[in-house]
């Protein structure tokens, strides 16, 4: 559902956490509003940045439904598994970098499709 709250939606896709758990929030928190800086430098969100402080902020909060909203849904738990608790095994991890990656290219292109194609 779109009107997920940013921090439950993070804890129990990608943390495996249910939202009732608390005992992580404050270092989840820190880590999500750390992706929403990089995001706001690579021209993603509001113009005037964005923070998370509990779990009533939801994903419509950030931005208006759409593409770009869906791939930041997807981006921002994979961005906080690697800070909060990267995997293990070097294959797994380097998966995640990749997907993490392609999302942070996907991004730049749909805020900003001029760096990436050439008019001609």
Same mark, same amino acid.
Do not use: C, H
């Given at each position: 559902?779109?009107?997920?709250?940013?921090?439950?939606?993070?804890?129990?896709? @990608?943390?495996?956490?249910?939202?009732? #758990?608390?005992?992580?929030?404050?270092?989840? @928190?820190?880590? @999500?509003?750390?992706?929403?800086?990089?995001?706001?430098?690579?021209?993603?969100?509001?113009?005037?940045?964005?923070? @998370?402080?509990?779990?009533?902020?939801?994903?419509? #909060?950030?931005?208006?439904?759409?593409?770009?909203?869906?791939?930041?849904?997807?981006?921002?738990?994979?961005?906080?598994?690697?800070?909060?608790?990267?995997?293990?095994?070097?294959?797994?991890?380097?998966?995640?970098?990749?997907?993490?990656?392609?999302?942070?290219?996907?991004?730049?292109?749909?805020?900003?499709?001029? #760096?990436?194609?050439?008019?001609?």
């Amino acid at each position: 559902m779109i009107d997920d709250s940013i921090l439950s939606s993070v804890k129990r896709d @990608i943390m495996g956490l249910v939202p009732e #758990d608390t005992s992580f929030d404050a270092t989840l @928190i820190n880590d @999500i509003n750390a992706v929403f800086v990089i995001l706001f430098e690579m021209g993603v969100g509001p113009t005037n940045g964005f923070r @998370i402080t509990d779990n009533t902020t939801v994903w419509t #909060d950030y931005l208006d439904e759409g593409n770009v909203l869906n791939l930041v849904r997807s981006y921002v738990p994979k961005k906080v598994k690697m800070m909060f608790d990267a995997p293990v095994t070097g294959s797994m991890n380097e998966a995640l970098k990749a997907q993490i990656s392609e999302d942070e290219w996907r991004l730049s292109v749909a805020v900003d499709p001029s #760096d990436t194609f050439e008019e001609g």
